[in-house]
């Protein structure tokens, strides 16, 4: 069974530009969540979606989107990008229910804004 | 809201020494517990969880953490560490029927010395 797989790997992008990052789940997973990891705040969670429908989401700025497929691929964009948003971003593939299933991660993509 | 407070940012012990890994939560309801492993340049794995049950739950490769309900704690421990045990551990916590949304500790980084 393939794992999850985000891409790309590593991005660097200017202030101000934006950006997409892409998430494909395991098969049969409904559930993809976003996390963005930082030095200085740690892992924090950006949001859940769970058949196409966003069903929770972090305390971060709506420059921070993100929108999920019939096929559960997922996709986050942040536009107008800042310095601070230079980070590890990671997903989540979870089978779908509510929180007792494992949560599966990706490599991460790691965005690197200058 | 939930959160949790791993008490150590930094953990270093020799090869073959025991480990305990602390880890504390808030939470006024139901909560499920995890810890996750991340090697460096890779996403999250999980190491164990507790959904309900016996408040000890243990790995496939030697971990144990215990569930305290009364402490609100869900440390973990290995008996013997190995070189590869070499990690960041990150305690998270998830309330019951909110979806795979996960409140992650700050981490805790084991550097195992021969």
């Known amino acids: 069974k393939a794992g999850v797989t985000q891409t790309p790997r590593y991005l660097i992008k200017t202030r101000g530009q934006q950006v997409t990052l892409s998430c494909s789940p395991i098969s049969g997973h409904r559930s993809v969540s976003w996390y963005q990891q930082t030095p200085g705040q740690g892992l924090q969670f950006l949001f859940e979606y769970f058949s196409e429908t966003q069903r929770n989401k972090g305390n971060f700025p709506g420059r921070f989107s993100g929108r999920q497929f019939s096929n559960s691929r997922s996709e986050m964009n942040v536009s107008t990008l800042e310095l601070g948003d230079s980070a590890l971003y990671l997903c989540a593939s979870s089978p779908g229910g509510q929180g007792a299933g494992e949560a599966f991660f990706g490599q991460g993509t790691r965005l690197t804004v200058v | 809201a939930q959160s949790v407070t791993q008490l150590d940012s930094q953990v270093p012990v020799f090869e073959e020494a025991p480990v305990e890994l602390r880890c504390n939560y808030s939470?006024?309801?139901?909560?499920?517990l995890f810890w996750y492993v991340q090697y460096p340049n890779q996403g999250l794995q999980l190491l164990l969880k507790y959904l309900s049950g016996s408040t000890l739950v243990e790995s496939i490769n030697g971990f144990e953490a215990e569930f305290n309900k009364s402490q609100t704690s869900f440390h973990l421990r290995k008996p013997s560490v190995h070189i590869s045990d070499t990690a960041e551990y990150f305690c998270?916590?998830?309330?019951?029927?909110?979806?795979?949304?996960?409140?992650f500790g700050g981490g805790t980084r084991v550097l195992v010395k021969p």
């Open positions: 998270a916590v998830t309330r019951q029927a909110a979806g795979n949304k996960l409140t």
């Open positions: 939470s006024s309801v139901s909560v499920y």
